[in-house]
């Protein structure tokens, strides 16, 4: 009788939400289902990584259409999303549209320091953006289901912290459950890191949301059983194993997965791991994008826009359909076992089969996983030559230790090959820097544009809370299309704004870049009134710092209303960490005060 009663009732909820567009998760014989209008829904979806690229969603959308994606996944929302959601919705593929909380410590995806216990004002911001998210989107007919938070736990270190978070989180998702009955919820955490905490404190989520790469994946649904788990899942990060999962190294340097077990891990996994689990609604391909650093290689479906292996995987996996043009196969790449001395020419072991017989482009790069995160994720190019006879060279970099050596084979139909090896580079003068942090060319500019910048305007001083930043400022523009916008509105007490890297430390984490042989810094400012006495420069974090500048210079100045180029000579300095980018303090007398900055550059 009470299978009978369940039945009934799943009937009653089904034909409700076939009749108003309800998307509904529910049980039915033993096996979760996710509905859509009444009718079955299952998630063929990737991670969307072109957010800013507003311009290519008609195309980006038309490909994954072709790829069988009906789904996309965002971690947040920002001014481009109802673009977003149009163009998805145009081309019938929903959206599990993120609602980004912060994380208590720094991790992959955000530099935050976020305190649970202490940052009450925070926490009530988080809970309004997310009610303020869900009925600016909650009408629109991409939108599947809320993602609330990413990977939280996982970096968020205290216990009682982590408590905090959850009832938070079981305050936004009962909050959202009471704005909008239309779209379930999710929670995304890496692994099975979040299972305990939102069993026991978040009720309120529908389904959960599992990060997990490899054949780890196979394991979720036994995990959930473990704990006596009764809810639904999506994989909502899957590839092939990630680094921090593989134990193997070769000359000091972690051995990645080929390209083949790259396409076999999603176009095998999914049917063999994900596919067939009773508890499963479907999956996120991590990720559909370009690259041109560490992580694309290994997970992204493009490497500088070329198609790699797991873009024809997806194919595979989501439609039965084979590559139209295979991805060109390196079958063997070797390079010396013996430890070389830097700048040397070392000879390439390459054999490369292309299944097309399509035209070849081979290059090369490097990358060392030390220092710090932006130096380890650099891939730099290498310079390589040729001949009859000796085949493949390239000259070893100026640069001390173990080497991740990278060959790159690109065919005439945009498809990219790509297989890596080590190699141990002695170099002495590259043994003494102090601080390895990326080495940039020049001219360097700390801001332009206000987009994809090298330094964050997260270093907020003084009476920040009068103080508004705009960094894309498009009512006042020296060069190009904005200019950082620094708005003080108090008649009184100084302020001041730090270009940081990375973005919420305080010299208690390595970061910056190396801009030696630049000689001078310069940039363009004006400000709302005359004569508003400034203090611009670069360099913030002092030696009692673990991580400071290696440098510090500011000038003091009276700007006018008139935009207008001012200089600081650097010919004598040790720019070999400047981890602040760019300085600015002033002081308000009488009045508030707009300051407007554009075109600071190294060179």
């Known amino acids: 009788m009470c299978q009978l009663k369940l039945y009934f009732l799943i009937l009653y909820v089904l034909s409700i939400a076939k009749m108003d567009g309800q998307i509904a998760v529910a049980k039915e014989g033993g096996n979760w289902g996710l509905f859509v209008a009444g009718e079955p829904y299952e998630i063929k979806g990737v991670t969307f990584g072109y957010d800013s690229d507003i311009a290519k969603y008609e195309d980006y959308c038309k490909e994954l259409s072709f790829l069988g994606v009906n789904t996309i996944r965002t971690w947040a929302t920002g001014e481009n999303t109802m673009a977003l959601l149009d163009a998805a919705h145009k081309h019938g593929i929903r959206v599990m549209l993120g609602i980004w909380m912060r994380h208590g410590r720094p991790g992959m995806e955000d530099d935050d320091r976020f305190d649970y216990l202490k940052d009450a004002k925070g926490k009530e911001e988080m809970f309004r953006n997310a009610l303020k998210v869900v009925n600016m989107y909650k009408d629109h007919p991409a939108v599947l289901m809320w993602g609330v938070g990413n990977e939280v736990y996982l970096n968020t270190a205290k216990d009682e912290e982590k408590v905090v978070y959850s009832q938070l989180l079981e305050r936004v998702c009962s909050a959202i459950k009471k704005e909008d009955v239309k779209h379930p919820i999710v929670s995304v955490e890496a692994w099975t890191f979040g299972m305990d905490w939102w069993q026991k404190y978040v009720p309120s989520l529908d389904v959960y949301g599992l990060n997990s790469y490899g054949p780890g994946a196979n394991l979720l649904a036994e995990e959930l059983q473990k704990r006596g788990i009764d809810k639904p899942y999506i994989i909502t990060e899957f590839g092939v194993t990630g680094e921090w999962d593989v134990n193997q ?17 999603i176009a095998k996994g999914y049917p063999n791991w994900i596919r067939n689990k009773s508890a499963n609604l479907g999956v996120f391909v991590f990720h559909y994008a370009s690259g041109t650093d560490f992580m694309a290689p290994w997970l992204f479906t493009h490497y500088n826009g070329m198609k790699r292996p797991q873009y024809w995987a997806i194919r595979e996996a989501f439609t039965g359909e084979q590559a139209i043009n295979k991805v060109p196969e390196i079958k063997r790449f070797l ?13 390439v072991h390459l054999e490369v089969k292309d299944v097309e017989e399509d035209s070849l482009t081979i290059s090369f790069a490097y990358n060392q996983r030390t220092g710090s995160r932006k130096r380890r994720d650099q891939l730099i190019v290498l310079e390589h030559r040729w001949n009859a006879e000796a085949g493949y060279e390239i000259k070893l970099p100026e640069v001390d230790g173990p080497v991740k050596v990278y060959a790159l084979v690109e065919d005439s139909y945009g498809n990219m090959g790509i297989e890596s090896t080590g190699i141990v580079v002695n170099d002495e003068e590259a043994k003494k820097i102090k601080y390895l942090v990326p080495k940039v060319a020049l001219p360097f500019y700390v801001y332009k544009d206000g987009e994809n910048e090298p330094y964050a305007a997260s270093a907020y001083m003084g009476n920040y809370k009068a103080m508004k930043v705009v960094t894309r400022c498009e009512e006042d523009v020296y060069s190009g299309t904005a200019a950082l916008k620094i708005a003080y509105n108090q008649d009184h007490n100084w302020y001041g704004l730090g270009l940081v890297d990375p973005a919420n430390v305080w010299g208690d984490v390595l970061g910056g870049y190396d801009i030696s042989g630049a000689k001078k810094f310069s940039f363009w400012a004006k400000a709302s009134k005359k004569n508003v006495k400034v203090s611009i420069g670069f360099g913030l974090i002092g030696k009692n710092k673990p991580f400071p500048d290696t440098a510090k210079k500011a000038i003091e100045i009276k700007l006018t209303t008139k935009w207008k180029k001012y200089t600081i000579k650097t010919k004598n300095l040790d720019l070999s960490c400047i981890r602040s980018g760019f300085t600015f303090f002033s002081s308000s007398y009488g009045s508030g005060q707009d300051v407007f900055i554009d075109e600071v550059v190294f060179e």
């Open 335 to 347: 390079l010396s076992a013996n430890a070389l001395e830097s700048n040397v020419w070392v000879p």
């Open 249 to 265: 190294q070769k000359n000091g340097v972690i051995v990645a997965p080929n390209d083949a077990q790259k396409y076999e891990a």
